[in-house]
């Protein structure tokens, strides 16, 4: 129903160039950060501390999930019970 109402749209306003600036600018910090993000993998170098990290959660934490979902597979069920049951299936 384009066109049945009267209002008109106010006029576009167009900016100011003069109060427009022509670049933004950049925070050292931030860019100190992003550059030493970029370049992570050139200062890399394996410690005791990175290696024991990398085997927790590469190894130690997926193994620990996936053992205590092979234990409790079946046991439990959220589904269709009432007040007072017991979601234990075993």
């Not at 066109?3 to 009267?6: D, F, I, L, P, V």
């Not at 890399?44 to 501390?49: C, G, I, M, Q, V």
């Given at each position: 129903m384009a066109?049945?109402?009267?209002s008109k749209s106010?006029?576009?306003i167009e900016p100011?160039?003069?109060n427009t600036p022509t670049?933004?600018?950049m925070d050292p910090a931030l860019v100190k950060y992003a550059n030493m993000q970029v370049n992570r993998h050139k200062y890399?170098?394996?410690?005791?501390?990175t290696a024991w990290l990398t085997f927790a959660y590469v190894v130690a934490v997926p193994a620990m999930f996936g053992y205590l979902g092979f234990v409790t597979d079946g046991k439990?069920?959220?589904r269709a019970k009432r007040r007072g049951d017991t979601i234990v299936e075993f």
């Open positions: 066109g049945s109402h009267n106010p006029p576009a100011s160039k003069a670049a933004l600018a890399f170098r394996w410690t005791p501390r439990y069920d959220m």
